[in-house]
């Protein structure tokens, strides 16, 4: 029910433009409602996902076409085609939240440190932390860092030399760190991907953010067969696995183009630099949460 008429002010609530009498619906310069009153539940829950998740809306529209037709919906974004689709970077934010959240949720991924590890005594113990042109750990109980900063190393020896009845916290504890970290290192995976296919593709002529377009629909098609996976479903699992290259390659054919030689060099190329790089980055984000 609209408000009564006496409360009504004489201008728009949004762009204060005076309104004519008799009111428009509309405000005739932004557009906006005239007349607004407070959502039932009914009705914000319906704003909230009316368009977005209902039977023809954006979000199922662009679903089908990311799982059917590998690379299409890049094609549709570069092509100008955007206003049916969600957008590149709000559909892989979407559907990395949701599996990030399934990999935190599901039980069958919880580390399980309730009971502390048995260790003899303090003299006994051996650990290693190993990245490229570093190490750091205990060797028969000595702690040793080398090619860090004095500062990790620092923090690195407060969290290993501890008690062995600390452990199963710090077990926990790292999970949980490790998990929360693993989204922002996502922003530094996927600006990488796009430049290495930057690299293997300057013939295309393609602008950066380009590739990036590319970038984050694969990443999302990746975390869908991700979260399936997740499911621990061995059928589902082995189709998750063998979709994941299967689908990459059709969708680079689909907007890159190539003859089919070349095109799986170019591939084997960023996957290789994108593997490296995945490394250092998932390693540079253990060895953070575990010194945090």
Request: a positive charge; glycine letters at 8%; proline letters at 8%.
């Amino acid at each position: 029910m609209d408000l009564p008429a006496p409360d009504l002010p004489p201008h728009c609530l949004n762009c204060t433009q005076p309104l004519a009498d008799p009111r428009p619906r509309f405000c005739p310069a932004c557009g906006q409602e005239t007349r607004l009153r407070p959502p039932t539940l009914g009705e914000f829950l319906q704003q909230l996902g009316g368009a977005y998740f209902a039977t023809e809306g954006a979000l199922w529209r662009t679903l089908k076409l990311l799982l059917l037709q590998p690379g299409e919906l890049t094609r549709q974004y570069l092509a100008g085609r955007r206003k049916h689709y969600v957008l590149p970077l709000r559909l892989y934010l979407t559907i990395s939240v949701i599996t990030l959240l399934l990999m935190r949720l599901l039980p069958g991924l919880d580390i399980n440190a309730s009971e502390p590890p048995a260790l003899p005594d303090k003299a006994a113990r051996t650990l290693a932390i190993t990245l490229p042109g570093a190490a750091a750990g205990l060797r028969q109980g000595v702690f040793y860092c080398e090619g860090l900063p004095a500062v990790l190393c620092h923090r690195l020896r407060r969290r290993i030399d501890i008690d062995p009845t600390a452990v199963a916290g710090e077990v926990r504890q790292f999970k949980d760190r490790f998990m929360g970290n693993l989204g922002g290192a996502m922003f530094v995976l996927l600006p990488g991907f796009a430049l290495w296919l930057k690299l293997v593709y300057l013939n295309r002529r393609l602008r950066y953010t380009e590739h990036l377009v590319f970038a984050l629909h694969l990443h999302a098609f990746w975390f869908l067969a991700l979260a399936l996976a997740l499911l621990d479903w061995q059928w589902l699992t082995l189709a998750a696995c063998v979709a994941v290259p299967w689908y990459s390659l059709a969708a680079m054919r689909r907007v890159y183009g190539g003859a089919r030689w070349p095109r799986l060099l170019r591939g084997a190329l960023v996957s290789l630099l994108y593997a490296i790089t995945l490394s250092l980055v998932v390693g540079g984000v253990g060895l953070w949460s575990f010194v945090v």
